[in-house]
Nanobody
Framework: QAQLVESGGGSVQAGGSLRLSCTVSGFPNDEPAMGWYRQAPGTECELVSSVSSDSRPYYTTSVEGRFTISQDNAKNTVYLQMNSLKPDDTAVYYC?????????????????????????WGQGTQVTVSS
């Protein structure tokens, strides 16, 4: 059973930066696809960014140019550097990896992130951006 442990959320003013980290353990694949979803109150779960060893990083349109995802395979850790944060970025951010045999993260995980059964999920970390 994979375990995903997140850190790095918090509260910042608009224009500020935060860096999220997620370390994966107990996963059978040495280099899984990894990524970040977010969910704000009243909205569906959204894939923010993902990375894998055999494809270019994915970013949802609203964060392109502001967020950067990176992956340290030696540490089984994925990072999300978030710059120029906006109030619309306020959400709970979840780290995720796809459960085998799935190899990639889907763009829409439905109404509730952790209810999507084809991913392993982190515990979630709150990001709050004030104007």
């Amino acid at each position: 059973q994979a375990q995903l442990v997140e850190s790095g959320g918090g509260s910042v003013q608009a224009g500020g930066s935060l860096r999220l980290s997620c370390t994966v353990s107990g996963f059978p694949n040495d280099e899984p696809a990894m990524g970040w979803y977010r969910q704000a109150p009243g909205t569906e779960c959204e894939l923010v960014s993902s990375v894998s060893s055999d494809s270019r990083p994915y970013y949802t349109t609203s964060v392109e140019g502001r967020f950067t995802i990176s992956q340290d395979n030696a540490k089984n850790t994925v990072y999300l550097q978030m710059n120029s944060l906006k109030p619309d970025d306020t959400a709970v951010y979840y780290c995720a990896v796809p459960k085998p045999p799935f190899l990639s993260l889907v763009a829409g995980a439905g109404a509730f992130c952790t209810a999507y059964e084809h991913n392993y999920w982190g515990q979630g970390t709150q990001v709050t951006v004030s104007s």
